[in-house]
Structure formats: C-alpha cells, structure tokens
C-alpha cells in the first residue's frame, strides 16, 4: 500500500473535477495570475500569467514563481518531492505531458504552480496580496469553489501551510489577541477548515475584484 498515493489520488480527483465538471460552466475554466511586477519574483511577461495556458519548462519556472509568496523556504518542497506527487497523478501527469513537461525540474515547477495558486485560492488572495504579489483568479467564478478543494488535499499529502506554523510570521493575519471581526462563513459553501484565519474575507475579495479589473484594463492597454 502507498499512502502517498492514496493521498495524491485525492488531488487528483479535486483537479479533474474542476477542469471537467460535468455540468460544465458558461466559459472554459482558467487560473490567472495578476502579478504587479515584471521579473524577479514575479513572471517576465506582462500580467495575467495564465496558469491554464503555461506550456514548456520556460513556462512554468515562471508561474511557479506564485508559490514563492507561500510562506518561505522552509515551507516548500524539493523538487524530488514534488515530484514523487507529480508521479502520482494520473489526470495531473496527462495535463503535464500536454503542457510539454516531462523533466524533474519542471514537473516540480508544475506542482509548485499548483500548489501556489491552489494556496492563494483557499486563503482569498490575503498572503500574496500583502507580500505585493499580486492575485490569483479563478475564471468563471463558479468555478472558484472546485479548485479551492485542492488546497487542503495537497495539504494533506504533506505539503506544508505557512499559516499552520507557529514560528511563521504571519504579519497580515491577526493575531490571536488582537481585536477582529470575524465574518459569517458558511462551511458548507467555503469549504473551510480553519475560518479564524480570515479576516474580513468579503471586503478582501472585494478589493481583488478591483484590482483584477485595474490589472486587466493595464494589460489590455499595452497589449503588443
């Protein structure tokens, strides 16, 4: 029996699901990163990197830059490790050999691309958004529900959650003693395991709406 398995047999299932829904959705689904930046931390292309659409090793190193704002160094994996997940996956190893990703390196990419946008999803865009990464978003909005199941999956498996390790310094999160407003969440319909995580998560995802609109109005003006 391989437990890694198992779990990743779960990942797997959460990914199918959102990019084969069978009831389908009004539009293809698609994974956008709006990041604000060129190069660095950030991709060298102009914002939206479209996860969905990353194709080669080029490709990918890029939009596995997103999981650079989940937590540090500490809370990643080698790429050995993701890649012994890649592995697997059975959709996820089909979605790869489409993508034109085949080497350890850039399944590793892939995984961390995965991972980055499946983190920032779950936790509303609030860790990456505070560190000046931009945002993440998940088109058509319906869709937004399926692919926030993979986060605690991949958890699961385990790849580590900043947010979970008290040495973290989680500067954009309110501390236990500090006074918040925790907004009524729905477990159900969110799918959340830790709600007193969140702070205001409405207003959060209030404002990522603006900014997406303000970062795709910037990226349709200078498109080339």
């Known amino acids: 029996m391989d437990p890694l398995r198992a779990l990743m047999a779960e990942v797997d299932d959460a990914l199918k699901l959102f990019f ?14 709006y990041h604000p930046q060129r190069g660095g931390d950030t991709p060298s292309s102009a914002p939206p990197a479209i996860v969905t659409a990353a194709h080669g090793s080029h490709a990918v190193r890029d939009t596995a830059k997103m999981d650079f704002y989940r937590g540090t160094a500490v809370h990643d994996l080698s790429n050995r490790e993701w890649e012994d997940r890649a592995v697997r996956m059975h959709y996820g190893m089909e979605l790869m050999r489409y993508a034109n990703i085949g080497s350890t390196a850039s399944r590793g990419n892939w995984m961390e691309t995965l991972a980055g946008a499946a983190f920032h999803v779950y936790t509303h865009n609030i860790e990456i958004q505070a560190r000046g990464g931009g945002h993440v ?10 692919f926030r199941q993979i986060w605690p999956k991949l958890e699961a498996s385990g790849v580590p959650n900043p947010w979970k390790d008290p040495t973290y310094e989680r500067y954009w999160i309110p501390r236990q003693d500090e006074p918040m407003e925790i907004q009524p969440i729905s477990m159900q319909m969110h799918n959340m395991e830790t709600p007193e995580l969140f702070y205001s998560w409405q207003a959060t995802l209030e404002e990522d709406e603006k900014k997406a609109a303000k970062n795709r109005a910037w990226a349709q003006a200078h498109k080339h």
Do not use: D, H
């Not at 084969?20 to 990163?33: A, L, Q």
């Open 20 to 33: 084969t829904y069978p009831t389908g959705f009004r539009e293809p689904v698609s994974i956008k990163w």
């Open 137 to 146: 978003i998940i088109n058509p909005p319906e869709a937004k529900n399926l």
